[in-house]
C-alpha cells in the first residue's frame, strides 16, 4: 500500500529543508531543484508522486527505467540517469532518457552521439567528477575535467549543462563539505576558461544542506522523500 499523504507530507518537509539551507546562506530556494529519487520503487510509487505534480525521476539502472517507462506509457515523465553507465545501455538512454547526470567517461559519450544522432534527439548531460575518497565512487577526476569538457564539443547532440558528485560517506561533515566545495571550484576554474556549466547536481538525503551551502543546483534526494530501500 502507498501512503500518498506521507509521500506528501516527506515532500514537503524536504522542499521546507531546502528553503531553510538556502535562507541560512541567503540563496533564492528558486535556484535549487530537487530531484526525487526512485530507484528501486515501484511504478504504483512513481504515481503516486506523479499525483503530486512531480514528473522528473531520478534512476540508477537503465533496465529499471526500461520497465517502468513501459508500465506507465506516460511520455511527460523525464528519466533522469544518476548511475554508472555501461557503454552498451547507450542505445536505450538516448531512446529513453531526458538527462544523464553520469557521463564519466569519452567512450561513453562517443557511444550516447551516436546513438542520439541516428534518431534526431539530443540530450541534457552532467559531468560526473570524482570527489570522494572511496575507491568504489565513480567519476572523472578533476584534474582531467577541463579537456574533457574541450573534448565534449565534438558531440553535439550532449548539451552539457554541469557537474555532478557524490560525496564521501563519513560523519564528518567537513569532510562531506570540501566534496562539494571541490565541485563548486572545479566549475567556477572551468567557467574561467570559457566552459557554461550553470548546473551543480550534489547533496542527497543525508548530506543535502552542506550542499546548497556550497552552491548546489539541484540535490538528488531518494531515502527522505520515499522512504527506506
Ligand atoms: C540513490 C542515489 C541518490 C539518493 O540517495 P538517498 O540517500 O536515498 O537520498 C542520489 N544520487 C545518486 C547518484 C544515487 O545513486
Redesign the pocket.
Known amino acids: 500500500m502507498i501512503d500518498t499523504a506521507q509521500l506528501a507530507a516527506n515532500w514537503a518537509a524536504v522542499l521546507g529543508r531546502v528553503d531553510e539551507a538556502c535562507r541560512a546562506v541567503k540563496r533564492n530556494p528558486a535556484d535549487v531543484t530537487v530531484l526525487p529519487?526512485s530507484?528501486t520503487f515501484g511504478v504504483d510509487v512513481i504515481r503516486a508522486a506523479m499525483s503530486m505534480g512531480l514528473r522528473r525521476f531520478?534512476e540508477?539502472k537503465v533496465q529499471e527505467i526500461k520497465e517502468k517507462a513501459e508500465a506507465l506509457g506516460d511520455d511527460t515523465i523525464e528519466w533522469v540517469v544518476?548511475?554508472h553507465l555501461q557503454t552498451n545501455k547507450a542505445k536505450d538512454v538516448a531512446r529513453l532518457a531526458s538527462e544523464v547526470q553520469s557521463l564519466d567517461r569519452l567512450e561513453l559519450a562517443d557511444a550516447l552521439h551516436r546513438r542520439l544522432e541516428s534518431i534526431g534527439r539530443r540530450l541534457s548531460v552532467l559531468v560526473q567528477v570524482k570527489t570522494a575518497k572511496e575507491e568504489s565512487k565513480y567519476g572523472l577526476p578533476g584534474a582531467e575535467l577541463p579537456a574533457f569538457l574541450d573534448q565534449l564539443h565534438a558531440y553535439p547532440t550532449l548539451r552539457v549543462r554541469g557537474l555532478m558528485t557524490?560525496a564521501t560517506l563519513s560523519e564528518d561533515p567537513d569532510e562531506v563539505r570540501a566534496c562539494f566545495r571541490q565541485l563548486r571550484e572545479l566549475r567556477d576554474q572551468c567557467e574561467a576558461k570559457g566552459h557554461v556549466l550553470p548546473r551543480l547536481s550534489m547533496g542527497?538525503?543525508?548530506d543535502f544542506p552542506l550542499a546548497i551551502a556550497e552552491g548546489a543546483t539541484e540535490v538528488?534526494?531518494?531515502?527522505?522523500v520515499f522512504g527506506k530501500?
Open positions: 529519487v530507484k531520478g540508477n544518476i548511475g557524490m542527497m538525503s543525508g538528488r534526494v531518494g531515502t527522505a530501500r
